[in-house]
Structure formats: structure tokens, C-alpha cells
């Protein structure tokens, strides 16, 4: 069985002083180069101190290297009152779970939303107040998480284990602050593209049915702009065209628990 926790080395500054750190490679999407973030999101940058990064352990994933056909739906940014119970509606008609990256204000605001209804889907930590990590100190971050992570505990009665940085921004101190506080950080392969779809909801449908594979880990949010309903109003059809595809739908932890079987039966 491999290490849960996956050593994170090679920070380099550009000369704008942009902080870039390699990931393993079977957690760098195959479908992306270096010099191409994934999808609007989850690169590297700003980080407090290079060298640091270099002696931080943790473990970076945009999918999951596995062949089993299990994808994961991730929400950030909620909950919230409009959409939501909306996206749980959609989960439980469909029977799957998910996982909900939840903005620690927005939990202690609106926990009432959630209570009761989260038993077959996970938590992780997405920021107290959504600011983009990677511009602010490891004090900072810290503080975000630890507020987010304190109120995810009181109101579930769970203690998260991932996180998501806002924006996909991961800086330096980011990943120190996730380390020390037992964090592995998740980001995505595939992103639900609402604006590029606002007069076209079947194509966001194709679009996001067609591009999914085994391990793949699939960004939308239930709080945000209008537009976002392009995605989160046809959830139902998306579901059962990958269902049709032959796929399942699991957490992000039971996705990662599929890959690291695959990795412990080939060691």
C-alpha cells in the first residue's frame, strides 16, 4: 500500500517570484501540461517561501489514477439557502453521493440546511471566507482553515480531512497549513462550465457526460451566480448520462480509497 500522504518537492520562484511545486506524477492530470492549468483552476502560485514547500507532505489530486469507472462530484462555496437543498434533492433522487467543499461562514450561517441531510456524502474544508489563499501568510491560512474545520466538527459531527483552496490558488503556505493541520488537498479534472452554456443547458450536459473517465473528479458550486443553475438545474440528466456510460459516483475518499487499492495490488 502506498503512503497516504504524497512527499510534494521542487518549488521554483519565476521572476515575477511565482512559486510553482510539482506534484507526483500519477496526480498531475494526464490530459494537461505543465504550462496549462486544468481548467480554470488548481495550479500553484504565490508562495510564501519556496524552500519551504520542498519539506511540506501532502498529498495534491486533481483525479485518481484507477481503472475501476467511478467518478466524484464535488460543490464548493455553500451551503446556501437558494441551491443547496436543490443539489441534495438531486442526490438523493439519484442515489449517489458527493462531496461539498463548505465555506466555514456560510456552514455556521446555514447549518440548518445541511443537518441531517449530509449521511452519505463528505465534507472537506473550503476557507472560512473564501479569499484566495495564496496571496495571504501560513498565520492566515491557518486561521481560515481552523475556523472552517472547528465549524464543519460542531455542526456534523465530523472532522474533515480534505480541503480546497478557493480559486484553485495553491500557494507555499498553503501547503504547509494543510499539512499541519492532516489536510489532503483536492482539486479537479473536470469543471462544470456554466457561463459557456447560459443558452445552451443540453450542451453543459454533453459537455460534462462525454468528458468524464475512471478517477475523474467533476467542480460545480451551489452558491453563486445565476448562472450556475445552467449546471445545477440538469444535475438529474448529467447523473444518469454518465450512469449510462457504465460509471458509478463515490466521495472523494472513497475514490482515493479505489486508487490506493490499485496502487497496494500492484506493489
Request: aromatic content about 6%; charged content about 20%; overall charge neutral.
Amino acid at each position: 500500500m502506498t503512503n497516504r500522504r504524497t512527499l510534494l518537492r521542487g518549488a521554483l520562484l519565476s521572476a515575477a517570484g511565482v512559486a510553482v511545486g510539482a506534484v507526483g506524477a500519477t496526480e498531475v492530470p494526464r490530459w494537461c501540461g505543465w504550462d496549462r492549468p486544468p481548467l480554470g483552476g488548481g495550479y500553484a502560485s504565490a508562495a510564501d517561501n519556496p524552500s519551504a514547500v520542498s519539506r511540506a507532505e501532502v498529498s495534491v489530486r486533481y483525479y485518481v489514477e484507477t481503472r475501476e469507472p467511478v467518478v466524484a462530484f464535488t460543490f464548493d462555496d455553500g451551503p446556501g439557502p437558494r441551491w443547496t437543498p436543490m443539489v441534495l434533492d438531486a442526490l438523493d433522487t439519484a442515489r449517489i453521493p458527493a462531496t461539498f467543499f463548505m465555506v466555514g461562514r456560510n456552514l455556521d450561517e446555514h447549518a440548518d440546511l445541511v443537518r441531517g441531510r449530509m449521511g452519505a456524502h463528505e465534507i472537506g474544508n473550503h476557507s472560512w471566507s473564501h479569499p484566495d489563499l495564496a496571496t495571504l501568510d501560513l498565520r492566515a491560512i491557518t486561521t481560515e482553515l481552523t475556523r472552517t474545520h472547528e465549524t464543519i466538527a460542531r455542526v456534523t459531527g465530523r472532522v474533515p480531512t480534505l480541503m480546497r483552496p478557493p480559486y484553485g490558488h495553491l500557494g507555499g503556505s498553503t501547503l504547509l497549513a494543510a499539512d499541519s493541520m492532516g489536510y489532503d488537498i483536492v482539486l479537479w479534472s473536470d469543471q462544470m462550465r456554466e457561463r459557456s452554456y447560459e443558452d445552451n443547458p443540453a450542451g453543459q450536459v454533453e459537455a460534462i457526460v462525454n468528458a468524464v473517465r475512471p478517477g475523474s473528479i467533476i467542480l460545480a458550486h451551489d452558491v453563486g451566480a445565476k448562472r450556475r443553475l445552467v449546471a445545477l438545474q440538469h444535475l438529474g440528466e448529467m447523473i444518469a448520462g454518465i450512469k449510462a456510460r457504465g460509471f458509478r459516483f463515490a466521495t472523494v475518499s472513497q475514490l482515493v480509497a479505489l486508487g490506493d487499492r490499485r496502487a497496494g495490488s500492484i506493489s
